[in-house]
């Protein structure tokens, strides 16, 4: 099994099950022509994360890392008409890219893109005391990824699910000795979860068009 032959499997998902329209291609092509790294979800991806909105009846999601606002769209549009989802970015051209990609596929009036770090826009939206998420998507800085959950976590409710990106990375997870900071940031973020008393996780690895990496999905069991 390699990379080449993951990618066809991808292709074949894609083709069968996978509605990608226009606006989505067109952010895609967006994004690559402003120079965005090509880090965005795969459309398989794309659509898991669109049917867990559905499956949890999300009215209100999270994301840390919109980059050019892929994602974003896919997540936006397992939301109810009357939805919320609050997207962070720390690059204020990634956040352009976004708005532009959300405003073309009609989502600007439920999707807001918050530029900042992620850490303090989370301290803002815990102050100004906002319902409570009930998915979150994080995909930004993996050197912060625990830092990240633990603070996403207080935005969260019971039954809330969080969704962590790039957890695996081609098995460096399981590095002791890794030198490599977002493998150490995915490490610590393991380490959090085995003794968060407040939330059930697992980790799924996962190969396709990106490659062999995984996600964690964790459901908030107590506050
Ligand atoms: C990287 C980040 C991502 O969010 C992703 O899905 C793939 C790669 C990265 O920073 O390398
Ligand atoms: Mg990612």
Redo the contacts with the bound molecule.
Sequence with gaps: MNLNQWTQVDSYIVEKLVDTDPVLKSALRKSLDAGLPP?Q?SASQGKFLQLLAKACGARRILEL?TLGGYSTIWLARGLPPDGRLVTLELNSKYADVARENIAEAGLSQLVEVQLGTALNSLAELAAQNVDPFDLIFI?AD?QRSAEYFSSALTLARVGSVIIV??VVRDGALVDARTDDPSVQGVRRLHELLAVEPRVSATTVQTVGS?GYDGFTMAVVTGK
């Design positions: 880090h979800v890392g995909d993996k990106d790039n990106k």
